[in-house]
């Protein structure tokens, strides 16, 4: 079993930044890939980014790539998030999602474990 913790969440301002810390503990996760998704109110949770086991591969949605960043630390058994020029359309709740595969992957139902998610709130 794999618990997925993630933290960092909170409001900003159009424009601001924030970074999102997921922390992984049960089980190592260095040769899982790891995810974020977002759900927004009244909407499907979509896909965010992911990133390989590596660190070297990563994925973004089209609608954060060059403003958010995926990183992780297998030391720390921790991926983190990095978000700049946060947008009103970013807000959502952010879950931390794990995968044990190789490949990257967009697809949520692919990912067997979730984290509680964390609130992001842009103001304009």
């Known amino acids: 079993q794999v618990q997925l913790v993630e933290s960092g969440g909170g409001s900003v301002q159009t424009g601001g930044s924030l970074r999102l810390s997921c922390a992984a503990s049960g089980r190592t996760v260095s040769s899982y890939v790891m995810g974020w998704f977002r759900q927004a109110p009244g909407k499907e949770r979509e896909f965010v980014a992911a990133i390989r086991w590596s660190g070297y591969g990563t994925s973004y949605a089209d609608s954060v790539r060059g403003r958010f960043t995926f990183s992780r630390d297998n030391a720390k058994n921790t991926v983190y998030l990095q978000m700049n020029s946060l947008k009103p359309e970013d807000t959502a709740v952010y879950y931390c999602?794990?995968?044990?595969?190789?490949?990257?992957?967009?697809?949520?139902?692919?990912?067997?474990?979730w984290g509680q998610g964390t609130q992001v709130t842009v103001s304009s």
């Open positions: 999602a794990a995968a044990p595969r190789v490949g990257v992957s967009r697809v949520s139902r692919e990912y067997d474990y």
